[in-house]
């Protein structure tokens, strides 16, 4: 069984970083997608970054491109979400996901089979 563990959550302020890392565990993890997701209060779950098995392909929602950086290492099972210049908007409860096909890439919350507990980013103005 897989588990996800996000850690790095908390309060940054506007224009500062923050940093992040989500822990695999239980299966090959270097062989799937890996997603981070957001879910502000009271909206949906959003698609912020993703990241393909091998690491060499990323992708962003518009509005963090240039801002958020998403990276892996395989040798750790950890994935990072790198935050510069975070907005108050982008404060919301962070979620680690993995992808649910071997080898494959998506962007929507159903290409995604294990989540994360969460992790609350609240972006201070």
């Known amino acids: 069984q897989v588990q996800l563990v996000e850690n790095g959550g908390g309060l940054v302020s506007a224009g500062g970083s923050l940093t992040l890392s989500c822990v695999a565990s239980?299966?090959?993890?270097?062989?799937?997608?890996m997603g981070w997701f957001r879910q502000p209060p009271g909206k949906e779950r959003e698609f912020v970054a993703g990241?393909?098995?091998?690491?060499?392909?990323?992708y962003y929602r518009d509005s963090v491109r240039g801002r958020f950086a998403i990276s892996r290492d395989n040798a750790k099972n950890t994935v990072y979400l790198r935050m510069k210049s975070p907005k108050p908007e982008d404060s919301a409860v962070y979620f680690c996901?993995?992808?649910?096909?071997?080898?494959?890439?998506?962007?929507?919350?159903?290409?995604?089979?294990?989540w994360g507990q969460g992790t609350q980013v609240t972006v201070s103005s």
């Open positions: 996901a993995a992808g649910s096909v071997m080898y494959g890439l998506g962007n929507r919350v159903r290409d995604f089979g294990t």
């Open positions: 239980g299966r090959t993890f270097s062989r799937f997608p």
């Open positions: 990241i393909s098995w091998s690491g060499k392909n990323a």
